[in-house]
């Protein structure tokens, strides 16, 4: 339940650093451009969420194809919910990453 609080707040600030692509506009991307964006949002939040854990263990970046695996997830989810962001894909990716 605390990532999800943790996440839907992280959500509202890096999402406007990163900027935020509407689903329709992350399809758009070229995989460079969406790997490029995803690594940016995620690896930073997931490094965060390391330290809250006080865990050895980091799911997003001590994972080689961590970007191609959350790109794909990304795209998945926009497909599912076409009023969404990529962000919030993101986030949803994340969650499911570091509670299993």
């Not at 070229?30 to 006080?54: M, V």
């Not at 994972?63 to 989810?77: F, G, V």
Request: glycine share 4%; proline share 3%.
């Amino acid at each position: 339940m605390f990532f999800i609080a943790f996440a839907g707040s992280i959500h509202l600030h890096a999402a406007s650093l990163f900027g935020d692509h509407t689903c329709a506009r992350w399809a758009t991307l070229s995989e460079a451009d969406q790997k490029a964006w995803a690594n940016a949002f995620i690896a930073p939040l997931s490094l965060t969420f390391k330290g809250l854990r006080k865990s050895n263990v980091d799911k997003y970046n001590d994972n080689p194809n961590a970007s191609l695996q959350a790109t794909e997830s990304i795209n998945a989810y926009c497909k599912a919910h076409p009023d969404q962001t990529a962000a919030h894909g993101a986030a949803a990716y994340l969650s499911q990453l570091i509670n299993n």
